[in-house]
T-cell receptor, first 110, second 120 residues
């Protein structure tokens, strides 16, 4: 399974756009890129998933370049409630194994 | 119902005790998971059940014993635990890999709130 590398932590302010980049140099052809969010003492929550180019949903966008060796999670206009740990994962659609990397601790300040 | 429930929320047990963690989902998911998460660390996969059969055991010590009585329930039986087993235990469920879920993305796992376990 491809290993991921993310920044350990990021700081932002309310209303700003936050971009968290994840490196996954060994991503396999059939791997998808998935992001989860986790608040303290809660289980992770699925945010977004993509294979290539750009995916957007109601909470985030995911940008994936052509070589797929990295991806960027974009959170528009963050609020204090977006303070959480964000995990980038790669894996095949048929895989049960979610291998969580170290994650990025995002702190949103007033 | 898009919720995974776990009981109890908190559990304190001695090293000689036997206890069980319970997990329930009513989303029709046929894959269920146990994860262990230590403080400030990512979740680590322990077990995967697919169609009520144990599919993956990530070399977990035998003092942890999973059980899947039916498609909605998942238990984790605990016996003779060590203090280092203290952690947040998370249950999750999903459609089995390759199935075309409804609005769910593939590999999307739905997590419960966890059981905070303390072993004295």
């Amino acid at each position: 399974l491809a290993k991921t590398t993310q920044p350990i932590s990021m700081d932002s302010y309310e209303g700003q756009e936050v971009n968290i980049t994840c490196s996954h140099n060994n991503i396999a052809t059939n791997d998808y890129i998935t992001w989860y969010q986790q608040f303290p003492s809660q289980g992770p929550r699925f945010i977004i998933q993509g294979y290539k180019t750009k995916v957007t949903n109601e909470v985030a966008s995911l940008f994936i370049p052509a070589d797929r060796k990295s991806s960027t999670l974009s959170l528009p206009r963050v609020s204090l409630s977006d303070t959480a740990v964000y995990y980038c994962l790669v894996g095949g659609r048929s895989s049960y194994k979610l291998i969580f990397g170290s994650g990025t601790r995002l702190l949103v300040r007033p | 119902d898009t919720e995974v429930t776990q009981t109890p929320k908190h559990l304190v047990m001695g090293m000689t005790n036997k206890k069980s963690l319970k997990c329930e989902q009513h989303m029709g998911h046929r894959a269920m998971y146990w994860y262990k998460q230590k403080a400030k660390k990512p979740p680590e996969l322990m077990f995967v059940y697919s169609y009520e059969k144990l599919s993956i055991n990530e070399s977990v010590p035998s003092r942890f014993s999973p059980e899947c009585p039916n498609s909605s329930l998942l238990n984790l039986h605990l016996h003779a635990l060590q203090p280092e087993d203290s952690a947040l235990y998370l249950c999750a469920s999903s459609q089995p890999g390759g199935d075309r879920g409804r609005r769910e993305g593939y590999n999307e796992q739905f997590f419960g709130p966890g059981t905070r376990l303390t072993v004295l």
